[in-house]
């Protein structure tokens, strides 16, 4: 809940603290639903599947994984604002 509403964002590795009263969360990444874009979350979700495609060392397959990962938790949370 954020000003009495509730908030859903998408958010990258880290940490979350729960408390009774409070979430906090540490990560590199949070947006909520209304700033993402969609077409730019798509376009890096091809373009990491294309990067895939090539040979890579495996640090350069993990950023390349990472950031397939945040591109589809950007869309899975905005479509789901939209369509749920």
Do not use: C
Not at 12 to 31: C, N, W, Y
Not at 33 to 53: F, G, P, Q, S, T
Not at 72 to 78: E, N
């Amino acid at each position: 809940m954020k000003n009495g509403r509730e908030t859903a964002m998408a958010i990258g590795e880290g940490f979350v603290e729960i408390k009774a009263d409070s979430v906090s969360v540490l990560t590199d990444m949070a947006l909520e639903a209304e700033k993402i874009d969609i077409a730019a979350a798509e376009a890096a979700v091809e373009r990491a599947k294309a990067a895939m495609k090539e040979d890579h060392t495996a640090e350069e397959v993990a950023a390349i994984q990472a950031s397939l990962q945040k591109a589809l938790a950007q869309l899975h949370v905005k479509r789901r604002r939209h369509h749920g």
